[in-house]
């Protein structure tokens, strides 16, 4: 089945420590994302990957980093400089960045210790 | 100015019922304009699309923009206990969606009571 898989689930982070959540996608799409979800608060972008080896910040990249070797890969390091990490991360991919449909992953719960 | 507005809710009606949610929006550079439905602790999935004024049906649901008042609606007829859920308006001015900075609200929590 076609779709994006996030990974883990669930995951702690404990202080000064930097931790990766990764996102993988069989769709073919050329574009991907990330964003972060706080309770009762709006999706907010932290990157985006229109293609291949080029990515660029979105409007909340402070703390964050991510890379894009491959088409299919976009993961997303949380460093120890984002000092708030705790909330629900989502990645989500579009065919091409011209197209204004986004899919969805099902996230990652990302907690302090 | 990217700001848009949504009443967090939650909502409860009885099944059944025909739902309103709504979205008003202040960037009238906005014409792309969607609606994903969110289930507890998963990802939206895109509900309707709609580019510029108009209204778009789907089955039990329908999105209307009305532009010039910079306010969108969708609405749930014959509502469902499985359509329980928070359900998130989103927008952009250009087609690119994330990349072209897609403004989401901050979500509707609905609840349908069998």
């Known amino acids: 089945d076609g779709g994006i898989t996030q990974s883990p689930k669930y995951l702690f982070r404990k202080e000064g420590q930097n931790v990766t959540l990764s996102c993988e996608q069989n769709?073919?799409?050329?574009?991907m994302y990330w964003y972060r979800q706080d309770p009762g608060q709006g999706l907010r972008l932290i990157y985006y990957s229109q293609i291949v080896n080029d990515f660029q910040k979105g409007d909340i990249a402070e703390g964050y980093s991510v890379s894009r070797e491959k088409k299919e890969s976009f993961p997303l390091t949380v460093t120890s400089a984002q000092k708030n990490p705790t909330a629900f991360y989502l990645c989500?991919?579009?065919?091409?960045?011209?197209?204004?449909?986004?899919?969805f992953g099902s996230g990652t719960q990302l907690s302090v210790l | 100015q990217k700001e848009v507005e949504q009443d967090p809710g939650p909502l409860s009606v009885p099944e059944g019922a025909i739902v309103s949610l709504n979205c008003t929006y202040s960037?009238?550079?906005?014409?792309?304009f969607m609606w994903y439905r969110q289930y507890s602790r998963k990802g939206p999935e895109l509900l309707m699309y709609t580019y510029s004024s108009g209204n778009k049906e789907d089955g039990r649901f329908t999105a209307q923009v009305d532009k010039s008042s910079k306010y969108i609606s969708l609405f749930i007829r014959d509502s469902q206990p499985s359509d329980s859920a928070t359900y998130l308006c989103?927008?952009?001015?250009?087609?690119?969606?994330?990349?072209?900075?897609?403004?989401f609200g901050k979500g509707t929590h609905l609840i349908i009571q069998p």
């Open positions: 989103a927008m952009s001015a250009g087609p690119g969606g994330g990349a072209d900075g897609l403004t």
């Open positions: 769709l073919n799409h050329d574009a």
């Open positions: 960037n009238s550079a906005f014409q792309y």
């Open positions: 989500a991919s579009q065919t091409t960045a011209t197209n204004e449909k986004l899919f």
